[in-house]
């Protein structure tokens, strides 16, 4: 409780609380409390969104989406190929090929120049024991969706496992995060700092009234969200592209 005039802060105050130690809360009040060390995950996750909120102009646009048609086409998809295929993985072989049509979109920024990569080496967000870790599938362009799947597949269980490479977390060129698979409705991933610019989160799907053709009927809808560097693409570009996503995702379907 400050000791000084009119309920003010004195210097033996200021000196009595240096003497304390302080605080858990720095209330002045003390808390009972159980100091943890970071681990070094976490101290790594602090230091690259320290990094991401310091150094990159973040924006971020939303959209919303009707998913019917793409869980149709995963469901049919299954029943072709006999074995099990992840949501994450058809989302993935829809957002890929956009890439070499809105090329901005596989970009970053080093200094005053912009990189537009040539191949894509796509980020995963996959939840650990202790954060979130954005193993990378490699030539992603290049894989069919089932083996987009098995790759998903394997890298999440490396993470779980602990048994990630440190080449697997390195040269990332773009970012996919399904977040919906986490329970999120809405939201998404900050930009990492190291090497890339546009990060895709797609949340979970609801049931929620649309009109189609002047009816109302209920569709399951998700949140897709860009986050990308302002220094790479505006808005408008990012329009643009959620525009040709989502023709591909519903099929036209709205």
Known sequence: TPTGPNGSISEDDVQGAAASGGDAGGSGISIPHERV???MLRKSIGANLIRSATEVPHAAVFWDMDMSNIVEQRKALIEEIGEKVSMDAVLMSRYIPLLEEFPEMNATVDGDELIYYKEVHLGVAVGGGEGLVVPIIRNA???SVKELSDEVGRLATAVQEMKLKPEELEGM???ISNVGGMGIAAGGMSINPLGISIM???CRAEMKPVVVDGEIVIRPISRFQITFDHRVVDGSHVA???HRLEE???G???
């Open 240 to 242: 643009r592209f959620f």
């Open 248 to 250: 591909v995702i519903t």
């Open 37 to 39: 060390k970071m681990s």
């Open 200 to 202: 895709l989160s797609v």
């Open 173 to 175: 060129t773009c970012a």
């Open 252 to 254: 036209g379907n709205k």
């Open 141 to 143: 362009d290049k894989l």
